[in-house]
């Protein structure tokens, strides 16, 4: 039997009156999977996230954590609760404790053993970086610290996944690329849910990115599509007889627009193809060959072209 996914959403939905938010999200998350939810502001990612960690009832569809479902009563839907970790946006933290203060405060709100609480303290600012920083004042903390303390508590009580709303808002460039190197590094022993609008953070963290656009997920990119053989072609031909020439030697779909009176298709070449084929073949049936060149689907391109088509009056 195929073991469950980590965390699955089925159908969800989140309305605020008339106002649907949410608008029927349907994806899974494997084990020790990093997956982006990206998007631009009001694109429905917090509200998502907040569904995901238990904090925020959906209005339709269900939740999964490892086959149970979180928002059903009883002692299995209140023990798949405990195996998530969640790191809100803003970091709220208490900024009149120390930071050890506060994970013994927050280790005794999760239940902890009372006898494995300083130990499980200890292991958690080790694993952020902060255990220097153990009786410092969280007030008195850089925004990167404070986010590293906001970390630990979301690993304090060894929850399977961790589920972070831009974990890395606020902080400067630096701070940055230090908290990323921190959850891929978080990412080999848990799964990680995390959401952003920022392209490179998702490219360089994420095995898999979902972007999401007006409470819907557009489409997806994981980290092996970047090494995709995209390739342009311009050809003097209309789409329709494009397409059915470059068909045999692509992998999926093949993209069309207009180019003057020829088209432009985009396509990945399938493994058996080069671009010396795609040239032979549109030479071949007489067309003129404007132009064929090696394209990089890159994330940004992907993110863009997606939100441009679910503009209202761009398309379906």
Same mark, same amino acid.
């Given at each position: 039997?195929?073991?469950?996914?980590?965390? /699955?959403?089925? #159908?969800?939905?989140?309305?605020?009156?008339?106002?649907?938010?949410? @608008?029927?999200?349907?994806?899974? %998350?494997?084990?020790?999977?990093?997956?982006?939810?990206?998007?631009?502001?009001? &694109?429905?990612?917090?509200?998502? !996230?907040?569904?995901?960690?238990?904090?925020?009832?959906?209005?339709?569809? /269900? !939740?999964? %954590?490892?086959?149970?479902?979180?928002?059903? &009563?009883?002692? /299995?839907?209140?023990?798949?609760?405990?195996?998530?970790?969640?790191?809100?946006?803003?970091?709220?933290?208490?900024?009149?404790?120390?930071? /050890?203060?506060?994970?013994?405060?927050? &280790? $005794?709100?999760?239940? =902890?053993?009372?006898?494995?609480?300083?130990?499980?303290?200890?292991?958690?600012?080790? $694993?952020?970086?902060?255990?220097?920083?153990? *009786?410092?004042?969280?007030?008195?903390?850089?925004?990167?610290?404070?986010?590293?303390?906001?970390?630990?508590?979301?690993?304090?009580?060894?929850?399977?996944?961790?589920?972070?709303?831009?974990?890395?808002?606020?902080?400067?460039? +630096?701070?940055?690329?230090?908290?990323?190197?921190?959850?891929?590094?978080?990412?080999?022993?848990?799964?990680?849910?995390?959401?952003?609008? +920022? =392209?490179?953070?998702?490219?360089? !963290?994420?095995? @898999?990115?979902?972007?999401?656009?007006? #409470? @819907?997920?557009?489409?997806? @990119?994981?980290?092996?599509?970047?090494?995709?053989?995209?390739? +342009?072609?311009?050809?003097?031909?209309?789409? &329709?007889?494009?397409?059915?020439?470059?068909?045999?030697?692509?992998?999926?779909?093949?993209?069309?627009?207009?180019?003057?009176? #020829?088209?432009?298709?985009?396509?990945? =070449?399938?493994?058996?193809? *080069?671009?010396?084929?795609?040239?032979?073949?549109?030479?071949?049936?007489?067309?003129?060959?404007?132009?064929?060149?090696?394209?990089? *689907?890159?994330?940004?391109?992907?993110?863009?072209?997606? =939100?441009?088509?679910?503009?209202?009056?761009?398309?379906?």
């Amino acid at each position: 039997m195929a073991e469950p996914a980590a965390i /699955r959403a089925e #159908g969800l939905v989140k309305r605020y009156g008339a106002s649907e938010v949410v @608008r029927g999200l349907d994806f899974s %998350v494997a084990t020790h999977e990093t997956v982006g939810l990206l998007g631009p502001n009001g &694109a429905g990612k917090t509200t998502t !996230i907040r569904m995901l960690a238990g904090f925020l009832a959906p209005s339709a569809g /269900r !939740i999964e %954590v490892a086959g149970e479902t979180i928002g059903d &009563a009883g002692p /299995r839907a209140r023990e798949a609760r405990r195996r998530i970790g969640y790191l809100p946006e803003g970091t709220p933290l208490r900024r009149d404790m120390t930071v /050890r203060e506060y994970l013994l405060a927050r &280790a $005794r709100l999760y239940g =902890l053993p009372r006898q494995r609480r300083r130990e499980m303290t200890v292991n958690a600012m080790r $694993r952020c970086g902060i255990a220097d920083r153990a *009786d410092s004042l969280i007030g008195k903390l850089s925004k990167g610290l404070k986010q590293r303390a906001g970390l630990a508590q979301a690993i304090l009580h060894e929850p399977d996944i961790l589920i972070l709303d831009e974990p890395s808002s606020g902080i400067d460039p +630096v701070q940055v690329v230090e908290v990323r190197d921190l959850i891929c590094e978080l990412g080999n022993a848990h799964t990680i849910i995390f959401s952003s609008h +920022v =392209l490179p953070e998702a490219e360089q !963290i994420c095995d @898999r990115v979902l972007v999401i656009g007006r #409470g @819907r997920i557009l489409g997806e @990119r994981r980290r092996s599509d970047a090494a995709t053989r995209g390739v +342009v072609v311009e050809a003097d031909a209309d789409a &329709a007889r494009l397409t059915a020439l470059l068909l045999p030697l692509a992998a999926g779909d093949i993209r069309t627009e207009a180019a003057g009176q #020829g088209t432009r298709c985009r396509f990945d =070449l399938s493994a058996e193809a *080069d671009t010396a084929l795609v040239a032979e073949a549109v030479v071949g049936a007489g067309l003129g060959l404007r132009r064929l060149a090696a394209e990089r *689907d890159d994330l940004e391109s992907v993110f863009l072209r997606l =939100l441009g088509d679910d503009e209202p009056g761009t398309g379906s």
